[in-house]
Each structure stands twice: as structure tokens, then as C-alpha cells.
């Protein structure tokens, strides 16, 4: 028996799919192609294709050139990415979003995905930890506490898309060597940019209107040497995420909720400042313009860390997420 990654029911072996929540199973020795479960074999028995390992343990088998050939050939189509967003997002159907407090909705429904901790040192009001673990200061209001979980769990939200979108293409579960590679790509100079825009926008649609703060975001830029126009294309990109990621936070932040995260700010005596809602903008991507840009875009930092040269770093990350 196996359990399910998103709603934990017990399958049997040969079920390919979750019986309880439809979620698509990978066994050891699954075949990627028609789904046989072999023995110990490099081969599947019933249709020939090279078989992956159930997970990427190091750099070398990650940057063979099977997995570079997976990548630079995948078509990331918006119904196969419709589904991936749902089967992540769904973990939150199966549990019951409960708390004395508003803060503690909304930090149960953001455990539901990952970890939490409090912080209580650094001028960070919150961090989430090379992507498992989100931190937040419980030394600030109710109503900053509250906006800082959402936010850092934007930043979760958009390394587990890559994350999944990557064991996916090379039919593998996640690992810490795949993760470090997530990591890296997400904290280069550009994707961060793209990165901090993304959770300020959901930060931001989830919290009364004229307490937005865009100050991470802009601090990247203030710190980049990035042109206008390079700046506006992470900007549109982190924008059409964060659409994404609304979207299917709406079902657990609901209406009712958001209006008691308003009362709490109220409470809080929180005074707005509405400079920051003119970095907002409309402006993203079709789905299917996004899924072909963005793919291009993980392949050519892929190729670029591919040789040993970036090892170290890769290496330094990957011991981070395994101590933490």
C-alpha cells in the first residue's frame, strides 16, 4: 500500500491514480510512458522505454542528457498545467481550516501546505526557508503577521509550480537535489525580482486596500542593473503567477474571511498608505504564452548551470535543504 501525496488515502500498487482524490501516483519502477510497474530493470518490460529513477539523488543524473532532452522538448499544453495547478492546490479540500483567531485561519490553511515558524530576530518580517519552511515575526501586529504568512506563501506556492512542473517532466518525486535546482533558479537576480512581485501581488489581494507594500520589490530593483523593459517582463511574469495563485487561494481566503482580515486591521489601528497600490498592475500573460515563455526559461538556466563550474553552489544549497 502507498500513500497519496495530496489527501494521504491508501492505493494499492497497481492503482495509477489516488482512489479518493484522483491524484496521479508514481510507484518504484513505474514505467513514464504506459505506466507498467516493472521490476528492478533500466527497461520497461512491456513497452521498451527507458525508465527513470523514482527520484534525482545527484547533479550528475539530473544534468544527463536524457533529463536536458526532456526539457528542451516538453510542451507544457494549459489543460496539463490547469491540472497541476489543481492537484496542488487541493491538499487544502481535505482539511478543515479552523482557529481561535483570524491569524491562526489563515496560519493553519498555510500549514496545510508547508511548515511555520515564528522568528523573532532580523528586520525581516517573515522568509521561508530555501522553500520548506516558512518563517514569520510574531512580534508585529496581528493584522502584519497575517499579510506576511500570505505573502511567503506565494513564495511557496511559486517553487512548488516549478518544482512539480519539473518532476513531472522528468517523471521523477521531488528530492533535494531537484529543490536546490528550484532554489537557485528562483533567487537568480531576475527571477527574485519576478519572484517578490508575484507574492506582494497576493499579499496584496487578500489584505484591505491601501495597505499594499511593494518595499522587498522595490529594493530589488533600486539594487539591479536591469533595464526598464527587462524589469516590466519579470514584472508581467510574477504578475500572471500571482493571477494564478489567486485564484485558487479565493477558495480558502473566501469573502467572509477577507472581510474579517479587515476587521483585524481595524483593530489593529493600522493606518493605510496608498503609495504602493500603483505598482499593481492588469498586465500578464495568456496561459498558453506564459507555459512556452517560461519553459524556455528554465531550460536555458538549466543549460547554464549544467556544468560543474556551479557544482559548489548547487552542492552548498542542496546540504542547506537537507540539514534544514
Known amino acids: 500500500m502507498k500513500p497519496c501525496d495530496v489527501c494521504g488515502t491508501l492505493n494499492f500498487k497497481e492503482n495509477n491514480y489516488c482512489i479518493h482524490c484522483g491524484n496521479k501516483l508514481i510507484f518504484e519502477r513505474t514505467c513514464p510512458v504506459c505506466g507498467h510497474?516493472?521490476?528492478l530493470t533500466?527497461?520497461?518490460?512491456?513497452?521498451g522505454s527507458q525508465l527513470n529513477p523514482i527520484s534525482i539523488e545527484d547533479f550528475d543524473v539530473l544534468f544527463n542528457d536524457f533529463n536536458k532532452n526532456l526539457l528542451l522538448n516538453f510542451k507544457l499544453g494549459v489543460m496539463e498545467y490547469n491540472q497541476?495547478?489543481?492537484?496542488?492546490?487541493?491538499r487544502a479540500e481535505y482539511v478543515e481550516?479552523?482557529?481561535?483567531?483570524?491569524?491562526d485561519k489563515i496560519l493553519n490553511l498555510a500549514r496545510v501546505y508547508t511548515e511555520c515558524e515564528t522568528k523573532s530576530r532580523g528586520y525581516e518580517r517573515g522568509f521561508i526557508f530555501l522553500g520548506n519552511c516558512i518563517y514569520y515575526d510574531d512580534r508585529l501586529e496581528e493584522s502584519v503577521q497575517i499579510a506576511t504568512i500570505i505573502h511567503e506563501l506565494a513564495h511557496y506556492f511559486l517553487f512548488y509550480i516549478v518544482e512539480t512542473l519539473l518532476c513531472d517532466i522528468f517523471k521523477v518525486r521531488s528530492s533535494s537535489t531537484i529543490q536546490s535546482f528550484v532554489w537557485y533558479f528562483l533567487t537568480l537576480p531576475e527571477f527574485k525580482i519576478m519572484n517578490e512581485y508575484c507574492a506582494h501581488t497576493v499579499e496584496g489581494r487578500f489584505i484591505p486596500h491601501g495597505y499594499q507594500n511593494y518595499g522587498s520589490f522595490n529594493s530589488l530593483v533600486r539594487d539591479s542593473n536591469y533595464d526598464e523593459q527587462s524589469i516590466n517582463a519579470m514584472v508581467?511574469?510574477?504578475n500572471s503567477f500571482a493571477n494564478e495563485i489567486?485564484?485558487?487561494l479565493e477558495n480558502y481566503i473566501d469573502e467572509e474571511l477577507r472581510e474579517e482580515i479587515k476587521l483585524q486591521y481595524r483593530k489593529d489601528f493600522a493606518s493605510p498608505n496608498y503609495e504602493s497600490i500603483f505598482y499593481e498592475t492588469s498586465?500578464?500573460?495568456?496561459?498558453?504564452?506564459?507555459n512556452k515563455f517560461f519553459i524556455e526559461l528554465l531550460c536555458d538556466v538549466f543549460m547554464e548551470v549544467s556544468n560543474r563550474e556551479t557544482r559548489k553552489e548547487l552542492e552548498s544549497i542542496k546540504e542547506g535543504i537537507e540539514l534544514g
Not at 533500466?42 to 513497452?47: H, S
Not at 497541476?84 to 487541493?90: Q, Y
Open 84 to 90: 497541476l495547478l489543481s492537484n496542488i492546490f487541493k
Open 97 to 103: 481550516i479552523w482557529g481561535e483567531t483570524i491569524k
Open 37 to 39: 510497474n516493472n521490476d
Open 236 to 238: 508581467v511574469l510574477g
Open 283 to 290: 498586465e500578464c500573460l495568456s496561459l498558453s504564452v506564459k
Open 42 to 47: 533500466n527497461y520497461c518490460v512491456e513497452c
Open 246 to 248: 489567486i485564484v485558487y
